[in-house]
């Protein structure tokens, strides 16, 4: 059944044709437009003669109704959509009146639905196309415009070949033949606007066929997937991190049992690397120590393809504009070239490395605590080889190389039968000792004990001046002190310091043999193993104390006490405790502190205190006895 059409009535129209209408056509005629809710169509009845048609054009369809022969022309001239002529036949007129208003409606709503569905096409975010068999673009949307700043003619002049990336078209040419051959295609490719940008899209085509089963064009959309690009590409990122990662870490694994096994210097250098040099992605590895007065790193071990790049960079002259393994030892960090072809500061050595077939390049600082122990310099067959992640670990690698030379240095010093004697002359104020020796006292180092926290607790033995004023000079200056001890010469004050040249110098296996400071002038005697790069060391002292110089190197024997291991059955904090409470006086007749006195400069309770150094005392003891007392014997007695 048809639906009801309202429609306004303008002019005298027959009652028998309102009648018609309704019964026999389901056209029910109004006479205002608020007697129905937005009518359909106007049947215009207004006699020309009486002043033209009624409509404002705010009704569509028009249909004039008119009666006068020969007016056809004049009454669609006037503003008429369609017109009928009635003849007097009411049911005749009707059925005619009826047809036209069911045609203009059926016309008028398909051009509404047109208009509709191009603006809904046009709105969409993402573009879409229809091009015939010919590749010329018959329609398309306004984001087709919008995306690649093309206007409407030059899109019509173009192909799609014409809007995506030139290395794309063979894939787009190919989902086209694709779409006709199987009726549906997808792929994508990067639309190249007028300005020369790249957006990844995804397209699908959809083939549109005839009556007869032929295609005669395609039609589809394209999606812009540059979030989706940029997703994917993250995760490779990452997956390529995490390959990284595991690559290195398989390296570093193997490197660390090396230096857990190596007992010298050169063993640790030699085979890290020859384990790097190993690895596929490193072509050539070699580590050289840092010469701080010639701002150089000299080879001492290398390893893979390319020995021969070390003769040519020997022969070079390098200033501090050149990216080198010397701008990793004064900068402390990782240095990189990614591409040795062109990066600016390796334009010295670019010919010897690219004669190597090194493409890129890393040179790895090897510093623990403060102290730089050489250079390691990594090289890639391959530019950009060094991400962040591997870079990171790299440097993580340095340092644990820098340790485990420290830890074989402090070994050999522990074992050398013979040492190195080097004598500082210390200016340098940030020292409290020497700081506080320009007022008067006279101050010897007798002991210290390290901190958790780094720290270091100096006691130090005062003449000239009563031990008080030292600790007055100390608060003022900020440092905490307070006096051990006091005996007719002066006494002895207990400062807590963050810096010592001590803590320079364990890096390299020395200790302090003698500590003195007066008149503002520090003296500093150390021991250092046999075999030490001293200029290495002083290099360092200087580094962190600038007003030190070396006035003596002397090679000597060393001075050993019968070999004992009494305070190898000692825990750490037992040994600490124990080294506290003989420097503080403790074991001193009368003594010098009280247990509750050096308790509290611990931070632990008189308890405490003394449960260490009774078990402290019994160990000892045991230890001297070594089983000469059988505690069987002393319990049956």
Known sequence: MAATIHALVAGPVDERLRRSLRHDHGIVTVETTDAADAPDCLLDATPLAQGGLASDGSVRPHVALYEAAGAPAEVLSSGADRCVHLSGDAEADAAAVAAVVRSALGRERGTRRDALLREAIDELADVFFLFDTELRFIAWNRRVSEVTKYDDDEIAAMRPADLVAVEDVVAVSAAIQRAIREGRART??????????????????????????????????????????????????????????????????????????????????????????????????????????????????????????????????????????????????????????????????????????????????????????????????????????????????????????????????????????????????????????????????????PNEDGTHVQFLRVEGTPPEEVVDLAIERGVEATVSHADADGGVVRVVVEATVADVLADFGGVVHESRARDGVGRVVALLPTGTNVRQVVTAVQGRFPGTTLVARRERTRDRKPANSLTDELTERQRHVLRTAYLSGFFDTPRANTGAEIAESLDISTATFHEHIRIAERKLVEAALDGAVDRSDVRSA
């Open 188 to 449: 994508e490719a990067d639309v190249v606007t007028r300005d020369g940008e790249r957006i990844p899209y995804e397209f699908t085509g959809t083939a549109l066929t005839d009556e007869e089963g032929d295609v005669i064009g395609i039609c589809g959309i394209g999606r812009d997937v540059s979030d989706r690009r940029r997703r994917e590409r993250t995760r490779e990122r990452q997956a390529e991190r995490l390959r990284t990662l595991n690559r290195v870490n398989e390296v570093i694994r193997n490197v660390n049992k090396d230096l857990l096994r190596a007992s010298t210097r050169e063993e640790i250098v030699q085979s890290v690397c020859s384990r790097l040099a190993a690895e596929d992605s490193y072509r050539f590895a070699w580590l050289g120590e840092y010469d701080a007065a010639r701002d150089r790193v000299d080879p001492v071990a290398h390893a893979g393809e390319g020995a021969s790049y070390l003769d040519a960079r020997r022969a070079l002259s390098f200033d501090s504009d050149d990216l080198t393994a010397a701008t990793a030892a004064r900068n402390g960090r990782v240095e990189v070239v990614q591409y040795v072809a062109d990066t600016p500061g390796a334009e010295r050595w670019r010919e010897a490395a690219l004669d190597c077939g090194f493409e890129s390049a890393a040179a790895i600082p090897l510093r623990y605590r403060d102290v730089t122990y050489g250079v390691l310099c990594v090289y890639a067959s391959r530019p950009d080889a060094f991400d962040a992640t591997e870079r990171d670990v790299l440097g993580e690698l340095g340092q644990t190389i820098a340790y485990a030379i420290s830890a074989v240095e402090r070994r050999r010093a522990l074992i050398a039968d013979t040492v190195v004697e080097v004598e500082f002359r210390v200016d340098d104020e940030s020292l409290f000792p020497v700081a506080a020796s320009a007022d008067g006292p006279r101050l010897e180092l007798v002991g210290a004990v």
